[in-house]
């Protein structure tokens, strides 16, 4: 998918990866309030232990009306939800939902599913290489995006930059988790637009500090049009001093 870097926690040394590493990325799109969810998680957090894979979780609040307010939620992953839903299920929104690579859609307590997606998706976007760099200096996250490859249709995206907790531990107090302690891991603060790509090599550079501090890890990922498939990512570890 694309050829990573990782960025030194000081400095701006960039640390290339090999550039025939393939990285999926899985989002999970969950509920404190939707009891499939809490396996779903576990399932995540053994994913984000597998090499080539970088995983997102995106609390929901659509199911708050059920008496528990999710703690973690945010009204735009709800929406993330629904355009992924208006593309991939015919408008159907559940949760847990994990979507892998931006191109498919799976139940996210189903592992041997995502595993199957992975798969398929991967050898789907093998061709369809971004190289992807990124490194932190001044103050200043930059990151340089490279040409699309020659056999891919893609020529148009966006690169998004997710600010995570790599783990966060929530108590949930009502509703059918009620009493049970989810650990969420690479739950996203704050999801930021760091603007458009249009298939050649693109520079991009963002301040720090206008990045959410409640995190202590950066995902950088190019994604095609709108919500599409997902050319490369990679992780930064920025040590925030975020709760």
Not at 196 to 221: C, E, I, N, R
Request: with cysteine; proline share 4%.
């Amino acid at each position: 998918m694309g050829a990573l870097a990782v960025t030194c926690a000081s400095g701006g040394k960039t640390l290339a990866a090999p550039q025939n590493e393939k990285t999926s990325v899985v989002e999970l799109f969950s509920s404190q309030s939707c009891s499939l969810c809490p396996p779903a998680h576990r399932i995540l957090q053994q994913l984000s232990y597998r090499s080539g894979i970088v995983v997102l979780s995106f609390p929901v609040n659509y199911w708050d009306y059920l008496g528990w307010k999710d703690t973690l939620a945010r009204q735009e992953y709800g929406e993330r939800q629904r355009n992924y839903a208006a593309l991939l299920t015919k408008g159907e929104v559940f949760t847990p939902l994990a979507v892998v690579n931006g191109m498919r859609n799976c139940v996210g307590s189903d592992l041997a599913e995502i595993e199957t997606a992975i798969k398929s998706t991967s050898t789907s976007l093998a061709s369809q290489s971004v190289p992807l760099s990124v490194r932190r200096e001044d103050g200043n996250l930059h990151i340089e995006v490279g040409d699309s490859a020659a056999p891919s249709r893609h020529r148009s995206g966006k690169l998004w930059v997710a600010t995570v907790l790599r783990s966060r531990s929530e108590k949930i107090g009502a509703g059918d988790n009620a009493g049970q302690m989810v650990t969420y891991t690479n739950v996203v603060r704050r999801l930021t637009d760091a603007g458009d790509w249009q298939g050649a090599p693109a520079s991009y550079s963002l301040p720090l500090d206008a990045l959410s501090k409640d995190g202590d890890m950066l995902v950088v990922f190019l994604q095609t049009g709108k919500l599409g498939p997902i050319l490369a990512a990679t992780l930064v570890d920025i040590s925030f001093n975020g709760n």
